[in-house]
């Protein structure tokens, strides 16, 4: 008889226990989902600014290499301005190098963490080819 008054005792036990862990669990799920998200962005950024430089290794144009940056990363939104890439020197010589930076803002979905997140990527080519 003891044994089912303890049982008793004990409903809704489960419910308060999942009640104090589940703003836990939605933290870190929620952390999850904001990290794989930035991320993502910050490679499909490193990907642009690599492509940016490759087009300014060979044609020697930087209008065209922010152009080629920009559409490298089709999946950024919004999208990548041309005053986000920034390409140095502004021509290529011989056996020198050039180098595509990007500076990305990355507005976060949940807030938790803060509004914005401030990304770079980078990418360097020796030009001429």
């Known amino acids: 008889m003891k044994r089912l008054r303890d049982r008793f005792n ?3 036990a489960a419910a308060v226990e999942f009640a104090l862990i589940l703003p836990v669990l939605l933290l870190l799920v929620m952390g999850l989902i904001e990290f794989s998200r930035v991320f993502n962005i910050q490679i499909s950024l490193s990907n642009a600014a690599r492509e940016g430089a490759r087009t300014m290794a060979i044609h020697d144009d930087p209008a065209r290499a922010r152009t080629a940056a920009s559409a490298a990363a089709p999946s ?3 999208a990548i301005a041309d005053g986000q890439i920034t390409v140095s ?3 290529c010589t011989p056996d020198a190098t050039v180098e595509v930076t990007i500076d990305y ?3 976060l979905m949940t807030g938790f963490f803060g509004a914005t997140i401030p990304l770079t990527g ?3 080519m020796l030009c001429g080819g």
């Open 105 to 107: 803002n990355v507005a």
């Open 89 to 91: 020197p502004g021509a």
């Open 122 to 124: 980078t990418g360097v």
């Open 10 to 12: 004990e409903r809704g």
């Open 76 to 78: 950024i939104n919004p």
